[in-house]
């Protein structure tokens, strides 16, 4: 039996799928997902490779502006895919600048146009939303178009969009059901005139002069890809930016970005947003000003919150069935195997404590599951040295502990830190500035010198990182890595220069070829 189909009231199907599951003695699926982004797809994938019976649910919530996606999750509909093609879109609109100066003839002014950008966007994410239900299919996995909710730690039950009640039993069930960004609740007219990252990729008309509220990588990326298209975009944040980042490429980060024609209001947050009754589609943002003890005020097309992520816990009934959360964060709470407080039930990707909020970490943990459910595996997920990329309009991309975190972790007397600030080549003819190309590495003072971090701002940062994320993951060392031959002329093949000493305090600019 795949489901039961039942109009009845959900504790008489309940009762009725425990009644029949006590009889026969087994539930319908071996696994069972909830949440079909990156996380949960994966699993169910790589569960189904070992010939299991498997089903999905997934349901978007629509945002609070209504605007709602298909299968496939934050990474594929709200996150890594159409912001890194809105990057794109900006980094070509600098790259027509630079086409002059190799002798491009560019009739000016050269326009962009977001419904032209957000169309392409828009089409692409369809045609992978439509490529993961094919292959659920191929791979005979059964998807829910549904928001599931437990009754009983093997059982879950929603609702389809027609209103028909539809009640699910497994052995196993893992919770991969990711977070949506956060609203202030403190600020008049958040909800009412704001938007957030659920939204801004999916928006048919540009947003026009934009106020993105929040010091995280989204909100620093968003403003990166606005203000390379052209529109007049401000960042407000009341803290640090990439908080949990090294904070002093942070800071060359968010430099750069001001250079490149973001405007910061730094030490600020907003206490209200109002509509402009004459002109309908202007919002007033009133914010004070912590450095000044001010209030200022200024209009703006559109606010994006960019202030955090919460998990996606509110429906999933998970008291009723004991999976323990954390009360601060309200993550699901899971060991190295990604159990949760009840047998048989897992959790994977965002919705997970202390584990890193990105695609790649929650898909390789949803297949390393599977295969340790299924497959006779014992390998456990490995979260150290985890490789990420910040996409602002300069990249910053790093591996491993940042300066601050192996001072703490070492003490400063027993960390190494190597650094350059270098000119890409393709910046010399282009006439562009290169202040914050910059790169460090951090490694251990004794011994062997082993490399505890690296940290990389420039074109290109997560390709150049991702190769050097191997080395470190393998224990490389200083030594080693001068004697790795750089492939000249690039940008990565500084790192395998890096010879100043931050605590030489000699000039780190690297100069000729
Ligand atoms: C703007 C932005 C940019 C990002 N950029 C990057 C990047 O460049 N690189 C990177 O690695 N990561 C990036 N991320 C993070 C990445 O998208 C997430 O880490 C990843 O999607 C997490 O996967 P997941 O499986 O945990 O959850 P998700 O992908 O969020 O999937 C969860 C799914 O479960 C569904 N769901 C929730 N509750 C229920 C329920 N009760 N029943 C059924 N379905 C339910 C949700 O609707 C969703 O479809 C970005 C995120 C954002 C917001």
């Given at each position: 039996?795949?489901?039961?189909?039942?109009?009845?009231?959900?504790?008489?199907?309940?009762?009725?799928?425990?009644?029949?599951?006590?009889?026969?003695?087994?539930?319908?699926?071996?696994?069972?997902?909830?949440?079909?982004?990156?996380?949960?797809l994966?699993?169910?994938?790589?569960?189904?490779q070992?010939?299991?019976?498997?089903?999905?649910?997934?349901?978007?919530?629509?945002?609070?502006?209504?605007?709602?996606?298909?299968?496939?999750?934050?990474?594929v509909?709200?996150?890594?895919?159409?912001?890194?093609?809105?990057?794109?879109?900006?980094?070509?609109?600098?790259?027509?600048?630079?086409?002059?100066?190799?002798?491009?003839?560019?009739s000016?002014?050269?326009?962009?146009?977001?419904?032209?950008?957000?169309?392409?966007?828009?089409?692409?994410?369809?045609?992978?939303?439509?490529?993961?239900?094919?292959?659920?299919?191929?791979?005979?996995?059964?998807?829910?178009?549904?928001?599931?909710?437990?009754?009983?730690?093997?059982?879950?039950?929603?609702?389809?969009?027609?209103?028909?009640?539809?009640?699910?039993?497994?052995?196993?069930?893992?919770?991969?059901?990711?977070?949506?960004?956060?609203y202030?609740?403190?600020?008049?007219?958040?909800?009412?005139?704001?938007?957030?990252?659920?939204?801004?990729?999916?928006?048919?008309?540009s947003?026009?002069?934009?106020?993105?509220?929040?010091?995280?990588?989204?909100?620093?990326?968003?403003?990166?890809?606005?203000t390379?298209?052209?529109?007049?975009?401000?960042?407000?944040?009341?803290?640090v930016p990439?908080?949990?980042?090294?904070?002093?490429?942070?800071?060359l980060?968010?430099?750069?970005?001001?250079?490149?024609?973001?405007?910061?209001?730094?030490r600020?947050?907003?206490?209200?947003?109002?509509?402009?009754?004459?002109?309908?589609?202007?919002?007033?943002?009133?914010?004070k000003?912590?450095?000044?003890?001010?209030?200022?005020?200024?209009?703006?097309?559109?606010?994006?919150?960019?202030?955090?992520?919460?998990?996606?816990?509110?429906?999933?009934n998970?008291?009723?069935?004991?999976?323990?959360?954390?009360?601060?964060?309200?993550?699901?709470?899971?060991?190295?195997?990604?159990?949760?407080?009840?047998?048989?039930?897992?959790?994977?990707?965002?919705?997970?404590?202390?584990?890193?909020e990105?695609?790649?970490?929650?898909?390789?943990?949803?297949k390393?599951?599977?295969?340790?459910?299924?497959?006779?595996?014992?390998?456990?997920?490995?979260?150290?040295?985890?490789?990420?990329?910040?996409?602002?309009?300069?990249?910053?991309?790093?591996?491993?502990?940042?300066?601050?975190?192996?001072?703490?972790?070492?003490?400063?007397?027993?960390?190494?830190?190597?650094?350059?600030?270098?000119?890409?080549?393709?910046?010399?003819?282009?006439?562009?500035?290169?202040?914050?190309?910059?790169?460090?590495?951090?490694?251990?003072?004794?011994?062997?010198?082993?490399?505890?971090?690296?940290?990389?701002?420039?074109?290109?940062?997560?390709?150049?990182?991702?190769?050097?994320?191997?080395?470190?993951?393998?224990?490389a060392?200083?030594?080693?890595?001068?004697?790795?031959?750089?492939?000249?002329?690039?940008?990565?093949?500084?790192?395998?220069?890096?010879?100043?000493?931050?605590?030489?305090?000699?000039?780190?600019t690297?100069?000729?070829?």
């Amino acid at each position: 039996m795949a489901a039961l189909w039942r109009r009845a009231r959900l504790p008489a199907v309940s009762g009725l799928c425990r009644t029949l599951r006590a009889l026969s003695g087994k539930n319908e699926y071996d696994l069972l997902v909830i949440g079909g982004g990156s996380g949960g797809l994966a699993c169910a994938k790589e569960a189904a490779q070992f010939g299991r019976k498997v089903a999905v649910l997934d349901y978007v919530e629509p945002s609070p502006r209504g605007t709602a996606w298909g299968l496939g999750g934050t990474c594929v509909n709200v996150g890594c895919i159409p912001k890194k093609l809105m990057h794109q879109a900006a980094l070509l609109g600098s790259a027509i600048k630079d086409a002059q100066h190799y002798g491009w003839n560019i009739s000016q002014p050269v326009h962009h146009t977001w419904s032209v950008m957000a169309q392409g966007v828009q089409n692409y994410v369809k045609s992978l939303n439509w490529g993961h239900r094919v292959q659920l299919q191929e791979k005979k996995v059964k998807y829910f178009n549904i928001k599931g909710s437990f009754s009983d730690p093997h059982t879950v039950r929603g609702l389809t969009k027609a209103g028909k009640e539809i009640v699910v039993t497994a052995d196993n069930i893992v919770i991969a059901t990711g977070g949506r960004p956060k609203y202030p609740t403190h600020v008049a007219g958040a909800l009412e005139y704001g938007i957030t990252s659920d939204d801004i990729f999916w928006l048919k008309k540009s947003p026009g002069k934009t106020l993105v509220v929040g010091a995280s990588y989204v909100s620093l990326e968003c403003a990166g890809f606005l203000t390379g298209i052209g529109l007049d975009t401000t960042v407000m944040m009341r803290s640090v930016p990439l908080r949990g980042f090294d904070q002093q490429m942070a800071s060359l980060v968010t430099e750069h970005m001001e250079s490149y024609g973001t405007k910061f209001l730094r030490r600020c947050f907003p206490t209200k947003v109002e509509k402009l009754e004459m002109e309908s589609d202007r919002l007033q943002v009133t914010w004070k000003n912590a450095d000044l003890d001010t209030e200022e005020t200024d209009s703006f097309n559109t606010v994006m919150w960019a202030v955090g992520r919460a998990p996606d816990t509110k429906t999933l009934n998970l008291e009723t069935v004991g999976v323990k959360t954390n009360s601060e964060t309200g993550k699901i709470i899971v060991d190295a195997s990604e159990a949760t407080s009840v047998p048989h039930i897992y959790a994977v990707g965002d919705i997970t404590e202390g584990r890193p909020e990105l695609t790649p970490t929650a898909i390789a943990a949803g297949k390393l599951l599977a295969q340790r459910l299924f497959g006779q595996s014992s390998e456990l997920m490995d979260y150290d040295n985890v490789p990420t990329t910040v996409f602002t309009p300069l990249e910053y991309g790093c591996v491993g502990l940042s300066e601050e975190a192996a001072v703490q972790r070492h003490g400063s007397n027993n960390i190494e830190v190597f650094h350059a600030y270098y000119k890409p080549l393709e910046f010399t003819v282009a006439e562009r500035d290169a202040t914050q190309c910059y790169m460090k590495m951090v490694c251990l003072r004794e011994r062997e010198q082993r490399i505890l971090g690296l940290h990389f701002i420039g074109p290109n940062a997560g390709e150049v990182i991702q190769g050097f994320a191997l080395g470190i993951k393998c224990g490389a060392t200083y030594p080693q890595m001068m004697k790795t031959v750089g492939i000249h002329p690039t940008c990565a093949e500084e790192v395998t220069k890096l010879h100043i000493t931050k605590r030489s305090g000699l000039d780190a600019t690297v100069t000729g070829c």
